[in-house]
């Protein structure tokens, strides 16, 4: 049985974000995605962040980093197995015991608004995406003056 939270309260003082139910739904769907593979996010300063992702096993070609409709897509394509001198007569590696999976991986973030992607760097096989918050000069708060006149009667 689905849980299904009513939010309709919230919208009678929120003006204009319908669209926090949508992710909200999205974000409590059954469909949850894998935990595979693990990742950290941290906040680096105010407005700045870190995903950071455990991506041992592949190189800076296998993976694929998008950014598209404020989400972030993380996509790892693990290329053909190189030839294993363990087992060259098959042209297949051949474990004893195979720890580190190397599986291909999708992993999506939805990112607020105004967050962009600053670069993104491999070091010890983590793979760091860095982020910022860039809020726009005419959407950040200003204070208003109270003079006595109206622009819109036509005062001056």
């Not at 919208?11 to 409590?28: E, M, P, T, V, W």
């Not at 972030?72 to 720890?99: E, M, N, P, W, Y």
Request: aromatic share 8%.
């Amino acid at each position: 049985m689905r849980n299904s939270t009513d939010f309709s309260p919230l919208y009678r003082s929120f003006i204009g974000f319908d669209h926090l139910a949508g992710l909200i739904d999205k974000a409590s769907r059954a469909d949850k995605q894998s935990s595979y593979p693990p990742y950290n996010i941290e906040l680096l300063a105010e407005d700045q962040y870190r995903i950071t992702m455990a991506v041992a096993g592949f190189s800076e070609e296998d993976i694929d980093i998008e950014s598209k409709d404020n989400s972030l897509i993380i996509v790892g394509i693990k290329q053909a197995a190189t030839t294993s001198k363990l087992d060259s007569s098959k042209g297949q590696r051949q474990f004893i015991h195979q720890g580190i999976a190397e599986r291909n991986f999708e992993r999506k973030f939805q990112l607020g608004e105004h967050v962009k992607i600053i670069g993104a760097f491999m070091k010890d096989g983590l793979l760091h995406v860095d982020l910022e918050r860039k809020i726009p000069e005419a959407l950040k708060a200003r204070k208003i003056a109270i003079n006595g006149k109206s622009l819109l009667s036509g005062d001056s």
